[in-house]
C-alpha cells in the first residue's frame, strides 16, 4: 500500500477557534483522515518536537500553521516546520495578517507585561514579578519563551506558500485546500485559498447597498437593532465588507451583524484599514473641520474598527515610537 501524505497543524498566538474550525469538517473529517497521515497535532495527540526534529526534511506534504508569531518558541517552531514541510499554509487570520493578536502592537513589550502582571486589576502582586527567560535556583536552571517585542504575521518569519483567511476558515475552504493538496491541482504560490472578490459580491444585502451615501454619525451594533434586509451601510454602521475578500458565505451577515474583515482583503487593496477608511471618510456629510472632527469621533477604536485583523500587514504595523 502507497505511503499516505503527511499532514501537520500547529497553534501559535490565537484564540484557539482554528483549531476546533478543523473538527467543523465534520463527517467530512473521516475522509481527510483516511486519505492522509497526521504526524503533527500536538492540541488534539500526543506528540512531541522530538518527533518533528526526526523527520527528513520536507517529509511533510503540507503544515497549516494558526495564529500570529509572539514568542521565540513559536518563531522556533515555525522554522522548524518550515524546513520539515513542502507547503507551509497560514491557516486563519493571525497566521495570514496578524489578526486580534498584532492589535497588541499598540503597545511595547514593556507595557503590556507591566499591565498584564502588575496593574490589571484582576492581580496580585505585590513584589512586582514578572516572568523570566531564565531562572536558575540551586543548580537547576528552567527556561521560558521570550516574549517579543512585536507580533508578526506568519509570513513576516518564514516563507508561506498559501494563505487559508477566516476568522476561522470555513470548513467548505478548509475541505477544498486539502482536495487541491492531495490532487496536486494547487494555484500559483503565494495565492489566497479563498475567492478573490469582495464579500459584498456575496452579501445577500447587496442589492440595498447605496450608491451613494452621506454619513451624519456612525452607529454600533449593540446601539441600534439593524434591519435584517438593508445593507449595514446605509444604517450608518461600519461594514468592512467593501474592503473584505469573500468566502466566508456572508456568515455575520446572515446573523445580522456588519462585517468585520476577518478574510482579509482582495489582492487589489494593499492595506485593507485605509481601503474602507478613504471610502467611509469621502462620504462624511459635514464640510466644516469641527462637525467633521464630531462624526469621527462616533469611532471610538479606529485601529481595532479598521485594522482588527489586519494591523501587523497594513502599513502601519505598528506605532511608530515604537521601536
Not at 494547487?186 to 452579501?203: F, H, N, R, T, Y
Request: proline share 8%.
Amino acid at each position: 500500500m502507497p505511503e499516505k501524505p503527511k499532514i501537520a497543524f500547529y497553534w501559535c498566538a490565537s484564540c484557539g477557534g482554528c483549531e476546533e474550525s478543523v473538527v467543523d469538517l465534520a463527517e467530512s473529517i473521516l475522509d481527510v483522515a483516511g486519505a492522509v497521515d497526521i504526524v503533527f497535532w500536538p492540541v488534539a495527540m500526543d506528540f512531541k518536537v522530538s518527533d518533528v526534529e526526526a523527520m527528513p526534511d520536507q517529509s511533510i506534504l503540507a503544515t497549516m500553521i494558526n495564529g500570529a508569531i509572539r514568542t521565540s518558541e513559536q518563531e522556533e517552531m515555525a522554522r522548524l516546520l518550515r524546513r520539515k514541510s513542502q507547503y507551509i499554509i497560514a491557516y486563519g487570520s493571525c497566521a495570514h495578517l496578524g489578526g486580534i493578536p498584532a492589535l497588541a502592537n499598540q503597545f511595547s513589550r514593556e507595557q503590556i507585561l507591566e499591565y498584564v502582571y502588575k496593574q490589571a486589576p484582576s492581580v496580585t502582586n505585590p513584589e512586582g514579578v514578572t516572568p523570566q527567560p531564565r531562572f536558575s535556583d540551586n543548580g537547576h536552571e528552567v527556561t521560558l519563551p521570550e516574549f517579543r517585542n512585536v507580533v508578526r504575521a506568519l509570513d513576516q518569519v518564514i516563507e508561506v506558500d498559501y494563505y487559508l483567511p477566516g476568522c476561522a476558515p470555513s470548513p467548505k475552504l478548509l475541505a477544498q485546500a486539502v482536495g487541491a493538496l492531495l490532487k496536486g491541482e494547487l494555484p500559483p504560490k503565494g495565492s489566497v485559498l479563498a475567492p478573490d472578490v469582495a464579500l459584498c459580491d456575496e452579501c445577500p444585502r447587496k442589492e440595498s447597498k447605496p450608491t451613494e451615501v452621506s454619513f451624519k454619525e456612525f452607529k454600533r451594533p449593540h446601539e441600534v437593532i439593524a434591519d435584517p434586509n438593508l445593507c449595514f451601510l446605509a444604517q450608518g454602521l461600519i461594514c468592512m465588507g467593501p474592503a473584505t475578500r469573500s468566502g466566508c458565505g456572508a456568515a455575520c451577515i446572515t446573523g445580522n451583524m456588519p462585517c468585520t474583515g476577518c478574510y482579509g482583503p482582495p489582492s487589489r487593496v494593499r492595506d485593507q484599514g485605509a481601503k474602507i477608511l478613504s471610502s467611509l471618510c469621502a462620504n462624511v456629510a459635514a464640510e466644516d473641520e469641527a462637525e467633521i472632527e464630531k462624526i469621527l469621533s462616533t469611532i471610538p477604536d479606529p485601529v481595532g474598527t479598521f485594522y482588527r485583523y489586519s494591523l501587523a500587514r497594513s502599513l502601519l504595523r505598528r506605532r511608530v515610537d515604537l521601536k
